[in-house]
């Protein structure tokens, strides 16, 4: 079994700034990709940013130059630090990573949640 626990949401005023953090726990042999996803009330799920194993990032056009995505691999964790929010960035954060656990499978596993919410 794996969990995934994150810190770090919380409220702030607009062009504040925030850390998230999501360590992952349990039997885990190796995790592929980590990355933060967010759903706004009334609205889908959606990517905000991956990173791979090797440190190559993606983000959602929303957040580009003002969210980084970082992991620490030693650590089973992932971090984003958010920068310059703006209202439209509240939502509940997710933390998701892809590990390799019992049975040599790669499985999907997801975060219980931390609410961002951005004031202005």
């Known amino acids: 079994q794996v969990q995934l626990v994150e810190s770090g949401g919380g409220l702030v005023q607009a062009g504040g700034s925030l850390r998230l953090s999501c360590a992952a726990s349990g039997v885990i042999f190796s995790i592929n990709a980590m990355g933060w996803y967010r759903q706004a009330p009334g609205k889908q799920r959606e990517l905000v940013a991956t990173i791979t194993s090797g440190g190559s990032t993606n983000y959602a056009d929303s957040v580009k130059g003002r969210f980084t995505i970082s992991r620490d691999n030693a650590k089973s964790s992932v971090y984003l630090q958010m920068n310059s929010l703006k209202p439209e960035d509240t939502a509940v954060y997710y933390c998701?990573?892809?590990?390799?656990?019992?049975?040599?499978?790669?499985?999907?596993?997801w975060g219980q949640g931390t609410q961002v919410t951005v004031s202005s």
């Open positions: 998701n990573a892809e590990v390799l656990t019992t049975g040599w499978r790669y499985r999907d596993y």
